[in-house]
Nanobody
């Protein structure tokens, strides 16, 4: 069974930085796409960043210039580096992955809180 395990969430002050990790395991087929989404209480789950084939990246407008997504093929892990964090970034961050067979998976989520 494929599993996505997120880590790195926590409490940071405005303007601070945080690094989230998502480790994929159990996939027979190669992971070809990974993305991060976030959801605040009572709000829609929104797209944050994505990486395709370990190289091509795309970001939500609100995160451009503040976030970098990368993929470590050896560890089968996606990392989201976030800088200049704002209170509006507070949410549960979810990892999403798709393999070359077209199967999609979600992680359990990790809490990010930006507050002074």
């Amino acid at each position: 069974q494929v599993q996505l395990v997120e880590s790195g969430g926590g409490l940071v002050q405005p303007g601070g930085s945080l690094r989230l990790s998502c480790a994929a395991s159990g996939s027979i087929f190669r992971i070809s796409y990974m993305a991060w989404y976030r959801q605040a209480p009572g709000k829609q789950r929104d797209f944050v960043a994505e990486i395709t084939s370990g190289t091509s990246t795309n970001y939500a407008d609100s995160m451009k210039g503040r976030a970098t997504i990368s993929f470590d093929n050896d560890k089968n892990t996606a990392t989201l580096q976030m800088n200049s964090l704002k209170p509006e970034d507070t949410a549960v961050y979810y990892c999403f992955a798709r393999n070359v067979a077209g199967h999609a998976y979600w992680g359990q989520g990790t809490q990010v809180t930006v507050s002074s």
